[in-house]
């Protein structure tokens, strides 16, 4: 299982890219493994508003359905449109073209509640 | 076409051995000018079409439209319907959903033609047998479950749910004071957050505690001023009771909240105990399980929603009422959520369930919640060993393992559900409820015997052995049915939903 150092991570198992006020969101390695083949993607809008810690979309796999939820409060200005069409990207390629979304970030402080890849790493460990 | 593999019948499968057809589509048989059937002669004037209709109102001809003689339709039909696995053939262990038996009787019942060939416009005079019959099956609902009030109409499970929290949701409107959360466990079904989004509703998961229950500490911090209503089930998804159940409806209504109960386990307590007296607000009954109407094929269902007497204004369109001798429907209530189903809900299926719970009467009801949490407890007790249990408490109709044994070779609960199929079984549910990870949840009902049981822990013993021994064999299965092992995942990234020519 991959856990990217440089990146800051949810309790919910999502990975957030911070770059000054851009934030791109994507589920973790470990969630694509527990939620299984994923098999579609239901994203925001692009000019979306979202509230930290609630739900911006649903990932459907074939065992289960799942809300994500967003890591951060801010506007929805990019939307990974490859997952319409290609849901796989999210099992193959979590940190990468898996991605689901940039977010403009309005919280003052961005990395409240999240967690850097240690500690992201023991909670992997302990649900694992 | 019979492959034979490995996974042969034994001792522990229902003894599997058969000539099952591979049957092609309509569209890919026949041959130019064959029919079914030969019209006589045409004995008034004929006309041609383009006189009758505009051009653009007559289509093409359809291209490789079957032509089939009667015999070929029928084969077609019944060798698929060989194919068909159901609760009048196989035992149906699919945990939450009830799969017991359905008594012919109420289908036979069912079919009587004053009752089959009731028009649902009859005027009310002319009805009043049909009246009956829902206004007592209401009344028998009412004292099975200890609600005040009974509304036949929802047509399904989820439609109870949304039936009654649109009372829920009308209460709090009343009082002029609208909520905007709704309090529900992580173990809770999928469509109890979806009724409650329906209206409008926020939702706040609780977490179980390590019993799988609700923590009335946890419940009593989230509660608040702002919470319509809590939807639970109970017994829970777990198939176990929540014994706190009495400080949780005091919680909820202590801040003026409701609480709301999924009937789909009521098979497990009916006769034993009364929601109506553990401070439940509101309960929808699933006729189409606990009352033993059939639902395998998609029903269709019936989910009746009881309520207590605070919600009786909002009730839903017509009532039913009983005055001086007479059935009638009452439509003249302001405060009405309005309508939930055309004319009076699934009455056939409310027709079958009547004759389940007169057939039983008040013992035999009990006795149903007796066997269906005996034979689970058996399941439960002679599986202990092979399958892990995450939840070991106390649990009734239905009992929750894991694959945490079996994954150790790389064997997961869906190679377990697939193996099953070669043993004769239906796989249990899989993979719900979500906070057991890789669930499988087993719930054999109150009609299956003793022997049939058997064969079913026997098989599940020799699939965790065969998990152990050989857990290469399980990546192909199930090699039996006539379709092996489908690939899910690419059916539902690149469905195709319509066959063409090839």
């Known amino acids: 299982m991959e856990i990217q150092k440089d990146l800051l991570y949810t309790m919910e198992h999502e990975w957030i890219r911070l770059k000054g006020n851009r934030a791109v969101v994507g589920v973790s390695d470990f969630a694509q493994k527990q939620l299984g083949d994923v098999v579609f993607v239901e994203l925001p809008t692009e000019g979306t508003e ?30 990974n449109k490859d997952l319409e069409t290609q849901p796989d990207l999210v099992n193959s390629d979590p940190y990468g ?12 402080s961005p990395e409240d509640g999240l967690m850097n890849s240690e500690k992201y790493t023991e909670l992997c460990q302990q649900q694992g | 076409m019979n492959k034979n593999t490995s996974s042969q019948a034994n001792d522990s499968s229902v003894s599997v051995r058969g000539l099952v057809f591979n ?14 059937h030969s019209l006589p ?25 079957p032509e089939l003689t009667e015999l070929d339709v029928v084969r077609h039909f019944t060798r698929l319907s060989q194919w068909n696995f159901s609760i009048d053939t196989n035992f149906y262990p699919l945990g939450s959903c009830t799969m017991k038996y359905n008594p012919k009787i109420n289908n036979e019942l069912a079919a009587l033609p004053g009752f089959a060939h009731h028009h649902p416009y009859t005027p009310e005079v002319l009805s009043q047998g049909s009246l009956q019959l ?66 409008g509703y926020s939702i706040t998961q609780i977490p ?15 509660m608040d001023e702002d919470t319509a209503a809590i939807m639970l089930t109970n017994p829970n998804t777990l198939g176990m009771f929540e014994t706190d159940i009495l400080k949780i409806t005091e919680i909820v209504h202590k801040k003026g909240g409701l609480v709301y109960c999924d009937g789909a386990n009521l098979n497990a307590v009916m006769g034993e105990t009364k929601m109506g007296n553990m401070g439940i607000d509101v309960l929808h009954f699933n006729l189409h399980k606990t009352f033993s109407t059939p639902h395998g094929g998609g029903g269709p269902g019936a989910g009746p929603v009881g309520i207590t007497n605070q919600l009786e204004p909002f009730l839903p369109v017509p009532v039913i009422e009983h005055t001086k001798g007479q059935y009638r429907l009452n439509t003249d209530r302001p405060q009405s959520i309005g309508k939930m189903k055309a004319f009076f809900g699934n009455f056939g299926i409310l027709l079958r369930a009547y004759a389940y719970i007169r057939s039983l009467g008040p013992e035999g009801i009990k006795k149903v919640a007796q066997m269906a949490v005996l034979n689970a407890n058996y399941i439960k007790a002679s599986l202990t060993n092979d399958y892990h249990l995450p939840y070991s408490g106390p649990s009734l109709h239905e009992c929750v393992f894991n694959d945490k044994h079996q994954l150790k070779n790389k064997v997961s609960t869906m190679d377990i559900a697939k ?8 796989p249990p549910t899989v993979y719900f409820p979500l906070i057991v990870k890789g669930a499988l949840m087993i719930e054999p009902t109150e009609t299956e015997s003793k022997e049939t049981i058997d ?7 020799e699939i965790a052995r065969r998990a152990k021994e050989d857990p290469e064999s399980f990546h192909d299965a199930p090699s039996l049915p006539v379709v092996s092992r489908p690939d899910e995942t690419a059916a539902a990234r690149y469905p195709r939903l319509r066959w063409k020519p090839a």
């Not at chain 2, 039936?163 to 004071?177: E, P, S, V």
């Not at chain 2, 179980?208 to 989230?222: F, Q, V, Y």
């Open chain 2, 41 to 65: 002669k045409c004995d008034v004037p004929e006309v041609e079409l383009e006189a009758l209709l505009p051009a653009e109102e007559i289509r093409d001809q359809i291209e490789n439209f």
């Open chain 2, 134 to 199: 829902m206004f007592e099956l209401q009344e028998y609902l009412k004292e099975i479950s200890g609600m005040d009030h009974v509304c036949l109409q929802p047509a399904a499970g989820a439609h109870g749910e949304l039936a009654g929290m649109l009372m829920i949701h009308a209460y709090h409107a009343a009082k002029g004071t609208q909520r905007k959360k709704i309090l529900l466990p992580d173990s809770a079904h999928g469509t109890n957050p979806a009724s409650a989004a329906l209206c």
């Open chain 2, 208 to 222: 179980s505690d390590g019993r799988g229950l609700i923590d009335p500490k946890k419940l009593e911090a989230m």
């Open chain 2, 455 to 461: 064969q079913f822990i026997a098989a599940m013993k």
């Open chain 1, 97 to 108: 073209k898996g991605w689901m979304i940039e977010i403009e970030v309005t919280d003052s």
């Open chain 1, 50 to 79: 979202l509230v930290k810690e609630n739900t911006f979309g649903v990932v459907e796999s074939v065992k289960t359905v799942s809300d994500v939820y967003a890591p951060l409060s801010g506007r929805v200005v990019a939307v």
């Open chain 2, 419 to 426: 193996m099953l199929i070669d043993y004769g079984f239906h």
């Open chain 2, 23 to 36: 049957e092609p589509l309509l569209f890919e048989m026949g041959s130019p000018g064959r029919t079914a």
